[in-house]
Every structure is written in structure tokens, then in C-alpha cells.
């Protein structure tokens, strides 16, 4: 009987523990919805929007963007550029960008007043068919709100970045609450009961539909990490660090170059795998190569439309031609000797490490552009469905929240569950630091200023 009494005092411990650690993981989970959501709806919104930018584009700039093809030869790269000065002689030419579709304008980039505008030449006739300011397009507001909620600066892309990884441990603690315990129905786990009304429908709105969209919301999170400030240079650093990334110096011929110049800092379109290459420099001359010597060297390097070509930034400096909106396998970066014409350095996706060439992949994934209309489906449905989450959480936390009250789960006074799992939120915390800095942030809070605070506290607790 004693054995039976241990056995029975033993389960009824292990019960309390289970129900302590789902109070406390549903506590950090509760927290983190509350905190983060209205930031997850505007990354949901505005990246579903930009995952169509090529449709958007072709229809809103539709007069800029094409022309009527004729069988007349386009014009040369040089003379569609002199037309492009014309228009805007006190703009200097940053980088030329050619399309693979006959009935596409020629794409000018230069400098205007402080800011980056295109430029559409017909490259049949030479007629410059109109111009835009870059950030001025719908497609690049959205693609700011998504990555610095509009305001911009280092704040607010940190900001972004938080949230992003906040939404992992939302996503863990999530399913960690909805994994079966000892129910064997399918109604409420992986279907939802729609016969149910109030708390119980909208938390199988919540729970079921997370459950299915899980994978896709991680996917679509960590595809999109690489850009980020804090965890894009860790990101970066593991590649470099352990020669999965780009070659240290895909050279042709020559010595490693003194420059410390990176190639996303004198050229546009640069795949996120070369972005950190050191730019070699021109050996010096009197006569640069042409525009069309550029595009020939393109061509026979079967580098594939669209790429953009970027001027020479001074004495050294050289073109570089780049390609990254398109599938993976099409990337390139080429930098090109001003003067000789000489390719000083050529990098394909196939020279890329395992770990560039995942992250390529997965960024191609990201923007709705590794395999086309379903890829941008799968990602809008994502996007879609992670707002519909925060709704029906919303939802469910207005129906049981009381009065006077913020109705979040109770605290577990087992301090032995809490703080094992404030290590495991710790450990996340080192994987990802500005989650890691956050919690210390509310730990500091939570102890010093809102315990202190009897009136808030109930409020809280």
C-alpha cells in the first residue's frame, strides 16, 4: 500500500508539472502574441503585397515599363544612355539594367537631387518614355514597411527583426501548447469544430489552422533573416567563417586585391551571397572599354537577362555585372577592368558554399520567385493565414480577458518549472540576440519596476 500511496503521490507531482510548464509556456506565449502581433500584421500585409511586385509593376508602370516591339535593331547601351543624359544632363549614370523581354524599356539608373530615379528609354527609338523616382514606387513603400515599418533607420529594422523572432518562439510555444496531451479526437487538433460556438470555435480557429500553417510561417520567417541587421550578420559570419558562403575571392589571375570596397556598395542587383565581395580595382588607363565591349562580355559569359551593369565609381573602379532577380541558378556577379576589358572576378551560384546556396534558395522562396504564380500563391496564402491567427487570437483574448484586468494566464509560483523554462527561452535567447536582450529587458522590468507596483501588478499577473 505504501508503493501504491508513492506511485499516486509521484503521478499527481508529474501531473502538477505538466499543467505548471503549459501554464508558463502559455504565459511566455501569451506575452510574446500580445507584444509582437500588430507587427506581424504589417510584415503579413505589406510582404503579401510585395510578393507580386512584378504584376503590380507591369500594371501600374505599364506605359513606362513596355513599347511595341518592331524589327528594327534596338539601339546601342551607349546611345540609350546618351538619350537617358539628355533628359537629365546634371544626373550621373549608376548602373543600366537590360531585360530579356523585346517589349521591355531600358532601365537607367542616376542620381537626382540626393535621390535614385529610373529611367525608361524605347531601345528601339532612343525615346525616353518617362522616369520614376525608385523610392517613390508602391512596390518599394511596401518593401520599406516591411523591412523598417516605413519610419526607417536602424531602429526600426531591429524592430522588424524582433519581431520576426519572436514569431519562432511564438510558432515553439504554440504548438507546444496545442500538442495533444490525452485527447485522441481529431476535432480541435488537426480539425476544427465548427458546431462549437464562443472561446472553444475560435481557439480551434487559432490552434488548428497554426498547427497546418506552422512550417510555412518558419520557413517564410527564416527565409527572410539573411536581410536582417543582427542575425543577417551572424548569418554571414557563420558562411564566411566556415567556407559555406561565397569563395573568399573567385579570381581570375590575379592577387587577392587591397581594396576593402563591397560590391553592394558600388553596384546594384547584387545576389545576397556576393553582396560582401571585396571589389577588385582597375589597372589603370586612359580609355575606358564601351558599355557594348560590357555587353558583349555578358553575353559571351552567358550571364542571363534581366542583369544590370554598373558604372565605374573613379579612376579604379570597375563595371560589375549582376543578376539577382531570377531563379538561383541564373545568379552572377562579374567585375570587369575598366580599361582592359579583363574579368577580374566571376562568381555563379555554382561557386556558392552549401550554406550561399540554401540561403539563395530560400531568399528566391521569400520574394514569391523560385517557381513562379504558386510560389507567390503559397506565400500570400502564409501571409493570409498568419493574420487570420492574430485575428482569431484577438479574438479569443477579448472573450476571456476581464474587466479591469489584462486576463493573462496566471503565474506558476513552481519556481523550478518557471525557471527551467526561462533557460530554455534563454538559450533562444543566445541563438537570436535581440530576443535574448528583450527578455533580460523584461526580466530587469518585471522585478525592479512592475513588481513594485501593487495596482499594476494585479493588472498584469
Known amino acids: ?26 504565459r511566455w506565449h501569451f506575452y510574446a502574441g500580445l507584444i509582437f502581433s500588430p507587427f506581424l500584421i ?4 505589406s510582404g503579401g503585397v510585395y510578393l507580386f511586385k512584378p504584376q503590380i509593376e507591369a500594371s501600374l508602370y505599364q506605359e513606362l515599363y513596355y513599347v511595341q516591339e518592331t524589327k528594327e535593331a534596338t539601339l546601342t547601351p551607349s546611345a540609350l544612355v546618351a538619350r537617358a543624359k539628355e ?6 549614370v549608376s548602373s543600366v539594367r537590360f531585360y530579356d523581354d523585346p517589349q521591355r ?71 507546444y501548447i496545442w500538442w495533444p496531451r490525452s485527447r485522441t479526437s481529431i476535432l480541435g487538433t488537426i480539425l476544427p469544430r465548427f458546431k462549437k460556438k464562443g472561446r472553444v470555435f475560435w481557439r480551434d480557429m ?25 542575425m543577417g550578420e551572424q548569418i554571414n559570419r557563420i558562411a564566411t567563417s566556415t567556407n559555406t558562403g561565397y569563395p573568399p575571392y573567385a579570381l581570375s589571375f590575379r592577387d587577392k586585391p587591397e581594396s576593402t570596397v563591397k560590391t553592394k556598395e558600388v553596384a546594384d542587383d547584387v545576389p545576397w551571397a556576393t553582396e560582401q565581395l571585396t571589389v577588385p580595382t582597375s589597372s589603370g588607363g586612359q580609355v575606358p572599354i564601351s558599355l557594348e565591349d560590357v ?12 542583369y544590370t551593369i554598373s558604372m565605374p565609381e573613379g579612376d579604379t573602379g570597375v563595371y560589375t555585372i549582376a543578376s539577382s532577380h531570377t531563379k538561383p541558378g541564373d545568379n552572377a556577379t562579374i567585375h570587369v577592368d575598366q580599361y582592359s576589358g579583363a574579368i577580374l572576378s566571376d562568381v555563379r551560384f555554382h561557386d556558392y558554399g552549401m550554406m550561399a546556396k540554401g ?17 507567390q500563391i503559397l506565400g500570400l496564402i502564409t501571409c493570409l493565414g498568419l493574420i487570420g491567427l492574430i485575428v482569431s487570437s484577438w479574438v479569443m483574448w477579448k ?18 518549472v518557471s525557471r527551467a523554462v526561462f533557460v530554455i527561452m534563454m538559450v533562444m535567447g543566445i541563438i537570436m540576440p535581440l530576443v535574448g536582450l528583450s527578455i533580460i529587458f523584461i526580466y530587469f522590468l518585471d522585478r525592479f519596476v512592475l513588481s513594485k507596483m501593487k495596482r499594476l501588478q494585479a493588472w498584469y499577473s
Open 206 to 230: 487559432h490552434a488548428v489552422p497554426a498547427f497546418w500553417l506552422s512550417l510555412f510561417i518558419f520557413i517564410l520567417i527564416a527565409t527572410g533573416l539573411p536581410w536582417t541587421g543582427v
Open 105 to 175: 524599356t531600358t532601365e537607367i539608373s542616376m542620381m537626382k537631387d540626393g535621390e535614385r530615379i529610373s529611367v525608361y528609354v524605347n531601345p528601339y527609338n532612343g525615346e525616353v518614355q518617362g522616369s520614376l523616382v525608385n523610392s517613390e514606387k508602391l512596390t518599394e513603400i511596401f518593401k520599406k514597411i516591411h523591412s523598417e515599418l516605413w519610419v526607417g533607420g536602424t531602429f526600426a529594422n531591429r524592430l522588424v527583426e524582433l519581431a520576426a523572432c519572436w514569431a519562432v518562439i511564438l510558432l515553439l510555444t504554440g504548438l
Open 399 to 416: 472573450k476571456r480577458k476581464p474587466q479591469r484586468s489584462l486576463g493573462a494566464p496566471t503565474q506558476v509560483k513552481d519556481r523550478k
Open 87 to 92: 533628359a537629365f544632363p546634371e544626373s550621373p
Open 359 to 375: 540561403i539563395t534558395i530560400g531568399i528566391a522562396l521569400h520574394e514569391g520567385r523560385l517557381f513562379g504564380l504558386p510560389n
Open 1 to 26: 500500500m505504501v508503493e501504491a500511496a508513492n506511485e499516486r503521490v509521484k503521478t499527481k507531482e508529474a501531473e502538477q508539472g505538466k499543467r505548471a510548464r503549459y501554464q508558463v509556456v502559455w
Open 42 to 45: 504589417i510584415l503579413a500585409i
Open 295 to 306: 555587353t558583349y562580355l555578358a553575353e559571351t559569359r552567358e550571364v542571363n537577362k534581366p
